[in-house]
């Protein structure tokens, strides 16, 4: 699965001599590989996304969902 990378952030901050305040923060991003209704053509799609693809060019273009997806999808008739 394609995901972002995930972190923290983490400080600690002495209140007085005896007083010590920690905080910290954890995120983590999931991104979901329910794109497209062919399960084989979801690494497709979120690797359109992750690289803000403009167009997707395919014979297929039922199997990339315009209205999930940023880029244009086109088939190649369209291009000539």
Not at 8 to 32: C, E, K, M, P
Not at 61 to 78: C, T, Y
């Amino acid at each position: 699965m394609i995901a972002g990378s995930p972190g923290h952030i983490q400080d600690d901050w002495r209140v007085t001599q005896h007083f010590t305040v920690n905080l910290g923060i954890r995120y983590d991003v999931h991104a979901s590989l329910e794109i497209s209704p062919d399960p084989k053509d979801d690494p497709f799609c979120l690797c359109s996304e992750e690289g803000n693809a403009d167009f997707i060019v395919t014979l297929n273009p039922k199997d990339f969902p315009q209205e999930r997806l940023r880029a244009k999808v086109i088939s190649p008739e369209a291009m000539a």
